[in-house]
């Protein structure tokens, strides 16, 4: 238990001894916020998760109120269960006019530090921020990737016409420039940072919790037959097809391993599958060496391979303690298979690089450690030094997305509608290794 010294926002004066009370993220993602409520918890610090659905991959959400539990209910009449048109309006005009406004209020008296994720607060509009600053509250906007990164950074690109990618473009920037004139810290992942307009705490400093219910690893052993283990939440952003390729042209080559994929499963039955496979394959287009299945697969001490394009851009912002563990297999795209075989061919490098992938994620992003990170931040202590200047950034590669593909897109997204259109106007040194990497003359 943890003795804290919290400030009063609205007097400025200093409760002793008293203990913030967090509220977490009204929409969940992977699991993050219901993992980092244990945290929290652990160091005996009040907090609730005010997630108004529930989940279609099972994780849990605990109604902590009356007016959460209804606010719930009201969720799912709007978007889970068939009305008629009318109702359903009616259903919308409650909520947004007198449902919203009272969850908020009823938030506001029970909670001191709101930390909210992908941009997602009470109100669609984000109009509740400036309220919660007017009460002395602290708020921190954590962003996980897509809800940042501009679309046509990421597979987004190839799933909307020309004229929605540009609206969906400029609602998003408009979005974020609005989240961050009341934020007290944003955090990012650089490689989905270059739309910000303000110094931003480096996601990887602060990582993702997670924790199983099985704590050896001895019980995690493989089959006798090595199972490799891919599990996409998106195939075509996580390039399945091609890993389906290279999984059949492995067969061929006559190497004896069981292949299992798992789509729209629950996320106890991935974390089974995960306890008896030799190595997972995350994806293939990634921004990040270790995202949230990368993450799951560490902590039961199996290796990932991770495909992606700027990974050697990436590593001047790792933390020391990331960037010197030696955690994990990551290729590009182009030499999946050759990653694939280095494994099969080595149980004891397997069984290597998942112990060191294990050792990194349980001593540095287990969910207590993660919560005092958070919480000395909206203290304004220690991670206030990991921040970067979002205007240095030159990874241009996004996520989800083939790199041809990408350049074609985006090409044809600038010929439309100009290079104004990208809404990198502050970001000029981007903006040109953008344009040079299309064979373009930006203007």
């Known amino acids: 238990m943890v003795q804290l010294i919290y400030p009063n926002k609205e007097t400025g004066s200093l409760k002793k001894g008293v203990q913030p009370r967090v509220l977490l993220s009204l929409c969940e993602t992977a699991g993050f916020y219901a993992s980092l409520r244990q945290g929290f918890k652990s160091i005996g610090v009040p907090t609730e998760v005010a997630t108004r659905f529930i989940h279609p991959f099972a994780y849990p959400v605990k109604p902590f109120s009356f007016m959460h539990r209804l606010a719930i209910w009201v969720f799912k009449l709007r978007y889970e269960i068939n009305l008629t048109p009318l109702f359903k309006k009616l259903i919308v005009i409650l909520d947004k006019k007198y449902l919203r406004p009272l969850f908020l209020n009823h938030c506001i008296k029970r909670f001191d530090v709101f930390i909210f994720g992908s941009g997602v607060s009470f109100f669609e ?22 809800d940042a990164r501009p679309p046509y950074l990421d597979v987004r690109a190839l799933r909307l016409t020309l004229e ?7 609602a998003q920037k408009k979005k974020l420039k609005y989240i961050e004139q009341y934020a007290d810290y944003i955090v990012n992942a650089p490689a989905s940072s270059v739309w910000h307009e303000r110094p931003v705490v480096n996601w ?7 924790v199983s219910s099985c704590e050896d690893l001895s019980e995690f052993k493989e089959t006798s037959i090595p199972m490799i283990l891919h599990c996409p939440s998106d195939p075509q952003a996580k390039g399945s097809e091609h890993v389906r390729t290279v999984i059949l042209r492995l067969k061929k080559k006559g190497y004896e391993f069981n292949y299992l994929e798992l789509i729209d499963k629950s996320h106890a039955e991935v974390l089974s599958s995960i306890r008896s496979c030799a190595f ?19 902590w039961h001490g199996k290796p990932a391979i991770v495909g992606g394009y700027e990974f050697h851009k990436l590593t001047a912002y790792l933390p020391n303690d990331l960037r010197s563990a030696s955690y994990q297999i990551v290729f590009t795209p182009e030499t999946l298979e050759d990653g694939i075989e280095n494994l099969l061919n080595d149980s004891k490098l397997r069984s290597e690089i998942g112990q060191k992938a294990s ?3 349980r001593s540095h992003w287990n969910p207590e450690a993660i919560a005092k990170k958070l919480l000395d931040l909206s203290q304004g202590n220690g991670l206030e030094k990991e921040q970067f200047d979002p205007v240095n950034l030159d990874m241009i590669n996004g996520w989800g997305i083939d790199s041809q593909k990408r350049r074609l897109v985006i090409k044809a997204y600038v010929q439309a509608f100009g290079v104004d259109a990208l809404c990198l106007h502050d970001k000029p040194q981007y903006l040109e290794s953008l344009i040079k990497d299309l064979e373009l003359q930006g203007e």
């Open 204 to 210: 990887f400093s602060i990582g993702i919790p997670f």
């Open 125 to 146: 509009d984000n109009s509740d921020l400036p309220l919660l600053k007017e009460k002395g509250k602290t708020i921190i906007c954590i962003f996980h990737g897509s």
């Open 280 to 298: 997972v394959i995350d994806q293939l287009y990634s921004d990040t060496p270790l995202a949230g299945f990368a993450t799951e697969a560490a």
């Open 164 to 170: 929605a990618l540009k609206a969906t473009t400029l």
């Open 359 to 361: 050792d990194f994620v």
